[in-house]
């Protein structure tokens, strides 16, 4: 029977993509792809929209319960995060491969070098709240430059 530790961990690390000795960020991403790919083939940026709002949801509870277990802030190899904010960043990609490359890179990058808004909430929220709300504005804003380089 799974206990209650092992569900968060289960949900925290994404399917333990988290678990990954180096880069669980960009494990946890890349855990993403496949999940997005399928939601997007089916139901298009509604569907996207709506897995990333049940994966936030989720993981706004899941992290914070895991961390206040674990009496940890926000370790790396929780990356349910990456999974909300990478779906964001692949709004417009459809089902192109070379889009999603794009859409990781971009999410990649906001996530690492955390401009503002993403720093803010890194910083400044605390708890699963804020374990998850800087990678969803890093997803936005890779999404908003993947849609403004799809207009020029």
Known sequence: MINKKQLLEFICTWFYSG????APGTFGSLATLPFVYLVSSCWHIPGIIAF???VFIIGV???DAYV?????KDPGFIVIDETAGQALALLFAGTNIYLYLLGFA?????DILKPWPVSWADKKV???LGIMLDDVFAGLMAAAVMKALLLI
């Open 19 to 22: 678990k990954a000795p180096k």
């Open 52 to 54: 990333s709002a049940a």
């Open 61 to 63: 509870w899941a992290a």
């Open 68 to 72: 206040k277990m674990l009496n940890l």
């Open 106 to 110: 971009l999410f990649r990058l906001f």
């Open 126 to 128: 605390p708890g699963g």
